[in-house]
């Protein structure tokens, strides 16, 4: 059984950052992108960045670049997300989601994606 499990959000203040997880466990992901993605309330869900699992090659959505960096650890099966310079408009649940390469996908939507997580809440105060 495939599980994506998010954690690391909470509340901050602007200007400050974090670093979410995202363990993902069941499967060899060898051959997945790897999503964050997050969804504000009352809004659509928004493609934030993506790291293939093999390679590491990262794409950032155009609005993100510089403040949010993608990582992963092979050996421990872990995503992350660091976000800096925290914005209110950043409060969001942030979802962890993993995308099989074995097809044509766009990495920006999240339809694309076959497995999420839960989601972990940030909330940025001013």
């Known amino acids: 059984q495939v599980q994506l499990v998010e954690s690391g959000g909470g509340l901050v203040q602007a200007g400050g950052s974090l670093r979410l997880s995202c363990a993902a466990s069941?499967?060899?992901?060898?051959?997945?992108?790897m999503g964050w993605f997050r969804q504000a309330p009352g809004k659509e869900r928004e493609f934030v960045a993506a790291i293939t699992w093999n390679g590491g090659n990262t794409v950032y959505a155009d609005s993100e670049k510089g403040r949010f960096t993608i990582s992963k650890d092979n050996a421990k099966t872990m995503v992350y997300l660091q976000i800096y310079s925290l914005k209110p408009e950043d409060t969001a649940v942030y979802y962890c989601a993993a995308a099989s390469q074995g097809r044509e996908i766009y990495i920006a939507n999240p339809s694309d994606y076959d497995y999420w997580g839960q989601g972990t809440h940030v909330t940025v105060s001013s």
């Open positions: 069941g499967r060899t992901f060898s051959n997945y992108v």
